[in-house]
């Protein structure tokens, strides 16, 4: 079945940066695109961004151009998001999905905390 | 961007009621997206294009519209159906979600 398991919590400082990860299971991760949305604190969902496991691309909401950096190792089957300079704003939970025209498959989410 | 306006914002609904969640686009659309998110956990797919439910969605579930305008319709709400439910529309970057309806038992 297909499985996507995220990194863990992370506590980062202000103006530091954190990289999660999220490994992929179950199906071709060379096949589909992969999301990550953002979710801060009791507010809805926004999508941060996607990238093509095959080739690398990337396609990027521009309000997180230059805070979000995707990438992919396919020898893993794992996709990874880097955010910098983070501030509080960046205190949310962030899922990586599986993208099929639709967000069908959901990583259980990483917490960052920024916070001195 | 694509701003998708849900309404109502919170309703609470009695077991055996029938339930209509409403998500207007900014812009037409191709077709919606639905999301149920439940305290804790992580979204999971409900409704795709529009009126297809995910797998494991109770048959009670239904979706429409098409344009600017989209439903997700409970035909008989039970206590389980207790969550947030989301739109997405699909095909616009940026991608974007409603601000979601919290569903609760009255």
């Known amino acids: 079945q297909v499985k996507l398991l995220q990194s863990g919590a992370a506590l980062v400082k202000p103006g530091a940066s954190v990289k999660m990860s999220c490994k992929a299971s179950g199906y071709t991760f060379t096949d589909y695109w992969v999301s990550w949305v953002k979710q801060s604190h009791g507010k809805s969902l926004e999508w941060i961004g996607e990238i093509y496991p095959n080739s690398g691309a990337t396609n990027f909401n521009e309000k997180f151009k230059g805070k979000a950096t995707l990438t992919v190792d396919k020898s893993t089957s794992t996709a990874y998001m880097e955010l910098s300079r983070l501030t509080s704003e960046d205190s949310a939970i962030y899922y990586c999905?599986?993208?099929?025209?639709?967000?069908?498959?959901w990583g259980q989410g990483v917490m960052v905390t920024v916070s001195s | 961007d694509i701003v998708l306006t849900q309404s109502p914002t919170t309703m609470a609904a009695s077991p055996g009621e029938k339930v209509t969640l409403t998500c207007r686009a900014s812009s037409s659309v191709s077709y919606m997206n639905w999301y149920q998110q439940k305290p804790g956990a992580s979204p999971k797919l409900w409704i795709y294009g529009t009126s297809k439910l995910a797998s494991g969605v109770p048959n009670r579930f239904s979706g429409s519209g098409s344009g600017t305008s989209y439903s997700l319709i409970i035909s008989s709400m039970e206590t389980e159906d207790i969550a947030t439910y989301y739109c997405q529309q699909c095909c616009s970057t940026p991608l974007t979600f409603g601000s979601g309806t919290k569903l609760e038992i009255k």
């Open positions: 999905t599986r993208n099929n025209y639709y967000f069908d498959y």
